[in-house]
């Protein structure tokens, strides 16, 4: 008889794929909460003036310059 895949299956190998995340979870503390939040806090302060200058360079309002910057965080294109 024909078989199209490996009927052996002792012979595969397993797929063991853990992510990081699951880990990293597990020795999250407050601290690290803080610390997290502290430079998400300052990110957001550098980055909204960044924003409206592009949206100035660029011709448009600095609307959209703070909409652009917002969209493209969203979809990770920053």
């Known amino acids: 008889m024909f078989y199209f895949f490996n009927t052996n299956i002792s012979k595969m190998k397993t797929f063991d794929f853990k992510p990081q995340l699951f880990s ?7 601290k690290s909460f803080m610390s997290d939040l502290m430079a998400g806090v300052i990110v957001g302060i550098v980055a909204l003036p960044l924003a409206i200058a592009f949206g100035i360079a660029s011709g448009v309002t600095p609307e959209k310059g ?13």
């Open 24 to 30: 990293t979870l597990k020795s999250y503390n407050k």
């Open 66 to 78: 703070i909409i652009t910057a917002i969209v493209a965080g969203g979809y990770g294109l920053a």
